[in-house]
């Protein structure tokens, strides 16, 4: 039963253009969500929050946008850049307990320059 | 560098046998997290430990195993192999039990069963 699914497995977009990342949830208890980039060889690396009490946050070229009634997140990255090819794992978490994060399998972007 | 050090980064072992991976946190941070990455899945949260102490478990199976040191650098234990336990495991480090969700991470260490 995956909780947290990102159907797109990848995804291509031309420099200078919108790059939108989509992320859907099936856990009503989840109330805070994130997104990682990760290179080849390395490790995943914060990218961008929101809490569920929030619609939308916004850091640079990073805005998230949350939207619970449909339990649907985007990442929009604007504009994108050769740089940001990488792989983007939205991920999910209760809050209380734990703070463990449950992942998507990841979609990967490509930015032709 | 993120600060959280895993090693060995590769390792390539025979079914039935039993590896140790390990990882040290950033500095000053007391919790520890360990994830496995299979071929087209997502991260799989395993178990999370906090200033020593076992905090949370995943979907961990039996045949692993994990501790956190005094030193607060933790080890994962995988025994009797198999081949699906070809992954990547990422540790993850972060300054609390909980409340600053921004995990670092490793570089992870890719095993290979055979």
């Known amino acids: 039963d995956q909780q947290v699914k990102q159907n797109s497995p990848s995804l291509s977009v031309q420099e200078g253009r919108i790059s939108i990342l989509n992320c859907d949830y099936t856990n009503s208890m989840f109330d805070y969500f994130l997104w990682y980039k990760k290179y080849p060889a390395e490790g995943p690396t914060f990218l961008i929050s929101i809490s569920s009490i929030k619609d939308k946050n916004e850091d640079g070229r990073f805005t998230v946008f949350l939207n619970k009634s449909a339990k649907h997140l985007s990442l929009h990255i604007v504009p994108s850049q050769p740089g940001d090819s990488a792989v983007y794992f939205c991920?999910?978490?209760?809050?209380?307990?734990?703070?463990?994060?449950?992942f998507g399998k990841g979609t990967k972007l490509s930015v032709i320059p | 560098d993120s600060g959280v050090t895993q090693t060995p980064k590769h390792l390539i072992t025979a079914t039935g046998q039993r590896v140790t991976l390990r990882c040290s946190p950033r500095s000053g941070d007391l919790s520890v997290y360990w994830y496995q990455q299979s071929l087209d899945q997502g991260l799989q949260f395993l178990i999370q430990y906090y200033n020593g102490e076992e905090r949370a478990k995943g979907n961990i199976l039996e045949r692993f195993s994990a501790q956190q040191f005094p030193d607060l650098h933790s080890e994962l234990n995988l025994s009797s192999l198999e081949l699906g336990d070809s992954a990547l495991y990422f540790c993850?480090?972060?300054?609390?039990?909980?409340?600053?969700?921004?995990?670092?991470f490793g570089s992870g260490t890719r095993l290979t069963v055979v």
């Open positions: 991920a999910a978490t209760s809050g209380a307990g734990s703070y463990q994060l449950t």
């Open positions: 993850a480090s972060s300054p609390q039990v909980g409340g600053d969700y921004g995990y670092t």
